[in-house]
């Protein structure tokens, strides 16, 4: 299976962008989804994630209220939309996927349950 990324740019800040990861050689029906991010010099860090069937979805605290994360099984996409961009919201966005997922996932906010990882697609945000 092969995520790709896309949807990132440049925007300013209060701006709103929307990034899909489509998922291809594989159905994520069956996979916890998850977005996380790495700004340059810092580590990697959990945006967001979703199971399954649409829930168990759980934010980062940094985005609550801001970011709303969604999927489309039929379509193998997941969807982060943000709002409210802040300067601090810009790096390397991430999409992963976690084939071992029950319905009653809870996601490794650490990342290492998460097997596929998809090349990233850069957020920066002017202020």
């Known amino acids: 299976v092969q995520l790709q990324a896309s949807g990132g740019g440049l925007v300013q800040a209060g701006g709103s962008l929307r990034l899909s990861c489509r998922a291809s050689?594989?159905?994520?029906?069956?996979?916890?989804m998850g977005w996380f991010r790495q700004a340059p010099g810092k580590e990697r860090e959990f945006v967001a994630a979703i199971g399954r069937n649409g829930g168990n979805i759980q934010y980062a605290d940094s985005v609550k209220g801001r970011f709303t994360i969604s999927r489309d099984n039929a379509k193998n996409t997941v969807t982060l939309q943000m709002n409210g961009l802040k300067p601090e919201d810009t790096a390397v966005y991430l999409c992963a996927a976690d084939y071992q997922a029950i319905l009653t996932w809870v996601p490794d906010i650490g990342g290492e349950r998460f097997e596929v990882w998809g090349q990233g697609t850069q957020v920066t945000v002017s202020s």
């Open positions: 050689g594989r159905t994520i029906s069956r996979a916890g």
